[in-house]
């Protein structure tokens, strides 16, 4: 409820200062992200990168001097792969995120992106030794959303653009007890997504 609360203070604050400019653009985006999951207390913990899908929609206030806003909405994609010597198992947790983004101009066509992350997690599916698992909110690993922080750039030509982004989660997706009846692999504490997205978009203007 808490990151609900704080995603709806955003889109008031957004939506505000849409009240105030009249130059606001909408994008389509879609790409892809290497994901993986840092391990802060077992640095040997074995979880390897996967390859996920994103897509969304972005909001861009266009600033009068070098600096605008842009609100990502998107549906993410994040996990990894992880072997230990008796599994290999291999889990996906499906995000709705919501990415308030600083947009500074260092050129007509490139910007670079900073900003916040809030995302909730709607779904993980799981497969060990190739036995598909599909659980809810807490079923298996994570008990958490994510909050975290992002960086990136994005290259605008004509009504296209590239971007590219780096994000690191700041928020133990750990969940704190597992069901009597599992029988997977016993995650360390302290796991915290990070990922690297490459996509391209759309923009439509007026």
Known sequence: MRLLSRLNLFLVFFLFLASLTAQV????????????????????????????????????????????????????????NYIDEQYQSTFKLQYITLCPLANFDLTESLSVLVGPYFSYRFRESHEIGGIQMTGGRSDYLSASDDVGLRSGFRFNFDQFFFQMSYSFGLTDIRGTSQEVSYEGPLFPEGLYNKSFSVGLGFTFQD
């Open 25 to 80: 653009n909408i994008d389509l985006q879609s790409g892809i992200s290497n994901t993986n999951i840092l391990s802060d207390k077992n640095q040997n913990a074995n979880f390897r990168t996967d390859l996920n899908v994103f897509a969304g929609t972005s909001f861009r206030l266009e600033g009068e001097e070098l600096v605008g806003i842009q609100l990502d909405v998107l549906y993410e994609q994040k996990g990894t």
